[in-house]
């Protein structure tokens, strides 16, 4: 079991590939704690969704401002597809978040001896409906909010065994190599950040089924998809991102627009009601 900042062979692996993948990283009792964790912080949501939904791209978001979360639905229904960003909301995930383990290998990926945390996915493929993340990178969305999204990476732990019945992570090795792929034109400005797939047909897609427990690790130049969840079992994954030390999270960043917001509606009243 690979541990620390990357080897020689784990260095050559992601200058070729564009990924990283360690095996048996947790055990199945801190894997247990973790999902744990994910579930009850799920559940809490749930119960306090608004159902002002948002349809944009090939996704369905809930923005919760007051608790500075997005929640990814199914389309119209009350399963989660995802929550980001959430370690803010849970001190035992928080924790999970500075591990050495997922920490350490992030310095070689960053190019910082003291990488800091940006944002945090926990994606859910629920059985038998678990839905598509389309071929994307994660370097268009993150332009705009990391300081330098090149410089953001993420380590992806997987909480159950991932198949390709179940919808596991898919990549194109080499694919960090050629900058940002051409994006989609027929969807709206989000929508604009997923990969034009009719232009790449002939992309090799690489399925990465790993055991609950094992982690992959990639940048965000990294084409990568996955497809619904086809079978009886849960596909779920804790996902944390990584940036150089001294910058602003994604959860920070979310709290000062929602607070300029606030401060641009007060000023437009004020003005109003002083006409």
């Not at 620390?4 to 260095?11: I, V």
């Not at 990924?19 to 009850?40: G, H, K, M």
């Amino acid at each position: 079991m690979s541990q620390g900042r990357l080897s020689a062979a784990e260095r050559a692996c992601l200058d070729r590939n564009g990924y990283v993948i360690r095996e048996d990283v947790f055990s199945q009792s801190e894997v247990a704690d973790i999902t744990a964790a994910c579930e009850d912080l799920v559940e809490r949501l749930v119960a306090e969704r608004r159902r002002k939904r948002y349809h944009v791209g090939s996704y369905t978001f809930e923005p919760n401002n007051e608790q500075a979360v997005y929640i990814k639905w199914e389309g119209d229904t009350d399963i989660v597809h995802g929550i980001e960003p959430f370690a803010h909301l849970d001190p035992v995930l928080k924790r999970w978040a500075h591990d050495p383990r997922f920490v350490e290998p992030m310095v070689d990926f960053v190019g910082d001896e003291h990488p800091s945390l940006f944002t945090e996915k926990l994606n859910l493929k629920r059985p038998g409906i678990g839905g598509v993340n389309p071929l994307h990178q994660d370097y268009p969305y993150w332009v705009g909010t990391a300081r330098e999204p090149a410089r953001v990476a993420t380590a992806m732990l997987l909480l159950d065994d991932s198949s390709i019945e179940n919808g596991c992570l898919q990549v194109v090795p080499g694919s960090h190599k050629a900058g940002e792929w051409r994006k989609r034109t027929d969807s709206d400005e989000f929508g604009a950040n997923e990969i034009d797939a009719s232009a790449y047909q002939n992309a090799a897609l690489q399925p990465v089924p790993l055991k609950a427990g094992s982690m992959v690790m990639f940048g965000s130049l990294l084409v990568h998809c996955s497809a619904q969840n086809t079978s009886q079992l849960e596909r779920r994954a804790l996902l944390f991102s990584y940036q150089p030390a001294g910058y602003p999270t994604s959860v920070e960043m979310m709290i000062a627009e929602v607070e300029a917001r606030r401060k641009a509606k007060a000023a437009q009243t004020q003005t109003a009601a002083s006409r």
